[in-house]
């Protein structure tokens, strides 16, 4: 199952988890049953950015979320692996770069390819932390335990 498209202009789309989660909280929610909210709305005068808005985005916030923040930090890890192999552009700076480089003097400074190393796995594992924060906090299924 893909869970990102990426056509040719380049953007990232996230349409598998989005598509997917709310097919599985209309299910939940009961959409066919009279009486529930997002039936009300489906048959009142409410045009589609009420319904998305108020019913299917908050129950798909926190999944998007975090499939953004994976998606944010595998890209940093690929840029950088790309860079270290020689494969980016050779006048942009980059971690990967960086630890490309100081690899040839590994034994003389060890600093050069350690701090950007480092700076690759602080900023990937922050992007990650803040994700999974963002997911406890705004997913309805972990505030009802």
């Given at each position: 199952?893909?869970?990102?498209?990426?056509p040719?202009?380049g953007?990232?789309?996230?349409s598998?988890?989005s598509?997917?989660?709310?097919?599985?909280?209309?299910?939940?929610?009961?959409?066919?049953t009279a009486?529930?909210?997002l039936?009300i709305?489906s048959?009142?005068d409410a045009?589609?950015?009420?319904r998305?808005?108020s019913?299917s985005?908050p129950?798909?916030?926190?999944s998007l979320?975090?499939t953004?923040?994976?998606?944010v930090?595998t890209?940093?890890?690929t840029?950088?692996?790309l860079?270290?192999?020689g494969?980016?552009d050779?006048?942009?700076?980059?971690w990967?770069?960086?630890?490309?480089?100081?690899?040839?003097?590994?034994?003389?400074?060890?600093?050069m390819?350690?701090?950007?190393?480092?700076a690759?796995?602080?900023?990937?594992?922050?992007?990650?932390?803040v994700?999974?924060?963002?997911?406890?906090?705004?997913?309805p299924?972990l505030?009802?335990r």
């Amino acid at each position: 199952m893909a869970h990102a498209i990426a056509p040719a202009s380049g953007e990232l789309m996230l349409s598998s988890p989005s598509r997917g989660n709310i097919s599985d909280k209309a299910g939940e929610q009961g959409v066919t049953t009279a009486g529930t909210p997002l039936a009300i709305a489906s048959t009142s005068d409410a045009g589609w950015q009420t319904r998305i808005g108020s019913f299917s985005l908050p129950n798909c916030s926190a999944s998007l979320i975090v499939t953004s923040s994976v998606k944010v930090a595998t890209a940093i890890l690929t840029e950088s692996a790309l860079a270290f192999l020689g494969l980016g552009d050779p006048n942009v700076i980059s971690w990967g770069y960086m630890v490309g480089v100081g690899r040839t003097v590994l034994r003389v400074a060890w600093w050069m390819p350690a701090i950007p190393g480092i700076a690759i796995l602080l900023t990937v594992l922050c992007i990650n932390l803040v994700g999974e924060g963002l997911n406890e906090a705004l997913n309805p299924r972990l505030q009802r335990r």
